[in-house]
T-cell receptor, first 116, second 116 residues
Framework: DAGVTQSPTHLIKTRGQHVTLRCSPISGHKSVSWYQQVLGQGPQFIFQYYEKEERGRGNFPDRFSARQFPNYSSELNVNALLLGDSALYLC???????????????FGPGTRLTVT | AQSVAQPEDQVNVAEGNPLTVKCTYSVSGNPYLFWYVQYPNRGLQFLLKYITGDNLVKGSYGFEAEFNKSQTSFHLKKPSALVSDSALYFCAVRPHNSGGYQKVTFGTGTKLQVIP
């Protein structure tokens, strides 16, 4: 089975621009989470989506938004890019059926965003 | 608020020797605890988890971790280190009462260097 896929792999943008990152979860996984990993730090939680609804949000400004599609894929959008948004953006999927969660997450390879 | 501390930025160990990577956590209520590994330019890979039950959990590639509630610790261990274990290791925590949703907090990571 294919793992979590993300596109693009790398991206270079200019300050003030907008960016869209994409994620396809593992087949059968209904929950997608987004993380920002700045060099030298651990991943920071941005969003979780389940069944197309936002279920959790981390301490990120409103410039960050996301959505989940009927096929459970997801997009992360960042507006008005700042130099500090340069990071590796990770997508993770997990499976939730009723009250039973697969507690661990499965991560994609990430999108390396550089803002100049 | 929940938090994870990984007190060592780097751990060096000789190949064949036992290794320990330390993690302490703070969370309201009972925790779900995880270890992930990250190889260069890759996403995170799940190693093991503590949900409930036996305090010693076994995971992938011969790794294990011991949950110690009184010390709020979840140290990662392996009896005999391999050069291929060299990577960045992240400890993560999520509270039991998060409604099944992935409000996961990661530590800052520990770089493990196994010396041949």
């Amino acid at each position: 089975d294919a793992g979590v896929t993300q596109s693009p792999t790398h991206l270079i943008k200019t300050r003030g621009q907008h960016v869209t990152l994409r994620c396809s979860p593992i087949s059968g996984h209904k929950s997608v989470s987004w993380y920002q990993q700045v060099l030298g730090q651990g991943p920071q939680f941005i969003f979780q989506y389940y069944e197309k609804e936002e279920r959790g949000r981390g301490n990120f400004p409103d410039r960050f938004s996301a959505r989940q599609f009927p096929n459970y894929s997801s997009e992360l959008n960042v507006n008005a890019l700042l130099l500090g948004d340069s990071a590796l953006y990770l997508c993770a999927s997990s499976f939730r059926l009723g009250a039973v969660s697969s507690y661990e997450q499965y991560f994609g390879p990430g999108t390396r965003l550089t803002v100049t | 608020a929940q938090s994870v501390a990984q007190p060592e930025d780097q751990v060096n160990v000789a190949e064949g020797n036992p290794l320990t990577v330390k993690c302490t956590y703070s969370v309201s209520g009972n925790p779900y605890l995880f270890w992930y590994v990250q190889y260069p330019n890759r996403g995170l890979q799940f190693l093991l988890k503590y949900i409930t039950g036996d305090n010693l959990v076994k995971g992938s590639y011969g790794f294990e971790a011991e949950f110690n509630k009184s010390q709020t610790s979840f140290h990662l261990k392996k009896p005999s280190a391999l050069v291929s274990d060299s990577a960045l290791y992240f400890c993560a925590v999520r509270p039991h009462n998060s409604g099944g949703y992935q409000k996961v907090t990661f530590g800052t990571g520990t770089k493990l260097q196994v010396i041949p």
